[in-house]
């Protein structure tokens, strides 16, 4: 498995962001002026500028919009291969590269329903796919 980055403390307006993947929930901000969802947690909405917003839960569905295998770990801190790297569309709008876990290389494919799934690792938890 992939070693993470914990996410950075400094941080603050993603707090809530990583307290509910830590609670295995998908939070995400969702502007007051034009309801526009938005990823990653930003300080203002990136279509109209709002400073406003709520954390607005997900299903955590999505579907896979395009994803590739790594063949060779180039980083030590990605040791097993094959891995994928995806990009996977939620249900709400935003797009979101992560990993599908649980699939086999050649098991993956666009268009694949998926749903968020939660790795507990060091102390924090990482956003994640598996198949629907
Ligand atoms: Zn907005």
Known sequence: MPERTPPNPKNAHEREYWEGLARHQLLLQRCAGCRFVRYPPGLSCPECWGEAFTWQPLSGRGSVVSFVWYMR????????????????????????????????????????????????????????????
């Open 73 to 132: 770990s180039l980083d030590r801190r990605f040791p097993e291969v094959p891995y994928n790297v995806s990009l996977v569309k939620l249900a709400e709008g935003p797009a979101i590269i992560s990993n599908v876990l649980g699939v086999k290389f050649g098991e993956l494919a666009v268009g694949n329903a998926v749903r968020a799934a939660y790795l507990d690792d060091r102390g924090f938890t990482a956003l994640m796919f598996g198949k629907a």
